[in-house]
C-alpha cells in the first residue's frame, strides 16, 4: 500500500504577509495569511517501498494557503484570494530577489549607465570618466 504525501512531510502552520487587491472597492492592502509549510522529511517513513522512494526522490519542499479569503481592510467585505496564488515551491520562493539585493542590482545597474548623481556636478569627475573609457 502505498503511503499517502504526508507522510513524507512534517507539517508547520505560519504566518506570511500576503498583498491582494479587494474586487469591490480596488484598493490593495497586505494581509497576513496563515499557510502551512510541508518539508520533506530527511528520510523515507518505515514502511516505504520502491513506489513510495520514488515519489519521495521527486518531492519539494511546499506552502500551502490555509486562508481561501480575507477581509477587506479598507470597506470590510470579504473577498476570495485569487487560486492561482495558494501553492508556491520554497526553493521558488528562494530562487526570488530579496529587497535588499533587488536595491543592491538597481544602485550597481545606475552606477553603470547613468552620469553621477547631480548631487554632486563636478565636471572633472565625469573628464576622469570619460578619459577611463577612451583607454
Ligand atoms: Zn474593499
Same mark, same amino acid.
Given at each position: 500500500?502505498?503511503?499517502?504525501?504526508?507522510?513524507?512531510f512534517?507539517?508547520?502552520?505560519?504566518?506570511?504577509?500576503?498583498?491582494?487587491?479587494?474586487?469591490?472597492?480596488?484598493?490593495?492592502?497586505?494581509?497576513?495569511i496563515?499557510?502551512?509549510?510541508?518539508?520533506?522529511?530527511?528520510r523515507l517513513?518505515?514502511?516505504?517501498d520502491?513506489?513510495?522512494r520514488?515519489?519521495?526522490?521527486?518531492?519539494?519542499?511546499?506552502?500551502?494557503? =490555509?486562508?481561501?479569503?480575507? *477581509?477587506? +481592510?479598507?470597506? $470590510?467585505? /470579504?473577498?476570495?484570494?485569487?487560486?492561482?496564488?495558494?501553492?508556491?515551491?520554497?526553493?521558488?520562493?528562494?530562487?526570488?530577489?530579496n529587497?535588499?539585493?533587488?536595491?543592491?542590482?538597481?544602485?550597481?545597474?545606475s552606477?553603470d549607465?547613468?552620469?553621477?548623481?547631480?548631487?554632486?556636478?563636478? =565636471?572633472?569627475?565625469?573628464f *576622469?570618466? +570619460?578619459?577611463? $573609457?577612451? /583607454?
Open positions: 500500500m502505498a503511503l499517502d504525501e504526508r507522510a513524507f512534517t507539517e508547520k502552520t505560519e504566518n506570511r504577509p500576503g498583498r491582494y487587491q479587494c474586487p469591490k472597492c480596488r484598493r490593495t492592502n497586505d494581509y497576513n496563515r499557510w502551512v509549510r510541508r518539508a520533506k522529511k530527511d517513513p518505515a514502511g516505504a520502491e513506489n513510495d520514488l515519489k519521495f526522490s521527486k518531492l519539494r519542499d511546499y506552502l500551502l494557503r =490555509l486562508d481561501d479569503e480575507v *477581509t477587506c +481592510k479598507a470597506c $470590510g467585505k /470579504k473577498f476570495e484570494i485569487p487560486s492561482q496564488h495558494s501553492l508556491m515551491f520554497v526553493d521558488q520562493l528562494a530562487g526570488l530577489p529587497d535588499e539585493d533587488l536595491e543592491r542590482e538597481i544602485a550597481a545597474a552606477d549607465d547613468q552620469a553621477p548623481p547631480p548631487a554632486k556636478p563636478s =565636471l572633472s569627475a565625469r *576622469t570618466r +570619460k578619459s577611463q $573609457g577612451w /583607454k
